[in-house]
């Protein structure tokens, strides 16, 4: 028997002293079932760019898009909710395009923390974290579908540590 092994090294993560303990990778695959993009009052973050390029994506000035679609909480820009019997849909979580799915109508022009769902930092903690959003959320696409290598999760982990990170 070898010593070698195939695994990538795990590697630390700023704030979080654990190795990752996902580093064989996690399956995902999104069912489209929206969860995510409802629930209980939140925020969808996003930057000044983002804004931009949504505003661009519906054919709209930067400052009519954030009047119709956008909020400031602490200082930060958010996408709208809308109150539905599903709870707090986002502004442009569309429930109707394709029945029995609930899809992003801003797709393409999505904020990071969208395109990088779930492999959060937060999330990404500890395995009893992940479990316990994919449970809450609850979003059955964790845990299930394709597996996801853990080159691709660092970029996207990354991407959020550094959107987080003061300019
Ligand atoms: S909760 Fe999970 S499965 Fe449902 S839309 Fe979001 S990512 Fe996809
Ligand atoms: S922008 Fe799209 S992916 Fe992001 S929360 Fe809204 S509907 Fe969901």
């Known amino acids: ?18 190795p ?3 580093v064989g990778g996690l399956a995902f695959g999104c069912t489209q079932c929206g969860n995510c993009c409802t629930g209980p009052p939140g925020a969808v973050w996003f930057s000044e760019a983002e804004g931009r390029a949504m505003a661009a ?14 909020r400031t909480i602490d ?35 999505r904020p990071l923390q969208c395109r990088t769902w779930p492999f959060w930092p937060e999330i990404l ?11 809450q959320t609850p979003c059955p696409g964790m845990g ?3 597996m996801v290598p853990i080159e691709s999760i660092r970029i996207q982990r990354d991407a959020m540590i550094d959107s987080e990170r003061p300019t």
């Open 1 to 18: 028997m070898s010593a070698r092994s195939d695994a990538p090294a795990r590697r630390a993560v700023p704030g979080n002293p654990e």
């Open 144 to 146: 299930s579908g394709a």
């Open 75 to 109: 200082g930060r820009w958010s996408l709208n909710e809308t109150r539905t019997e599903h709870g707090f849909d986002c502004v442009f979580l569309d429930r109707k395009a394709i029945p029995g799915k609930a899809i992003c109508g801003m797709y393409h022009a």
């Open 57 to 70: 994506d519906r054919g709209l000035s930067e400052v009519d898009f954030l009047a119709r679609f956008a």
């Open 125 to 135: 903690k500890s395995k009893r974290s992940w479990e316990s959003y994919r449970r």
């Open 20 to 22: 990752e303990w996902h």
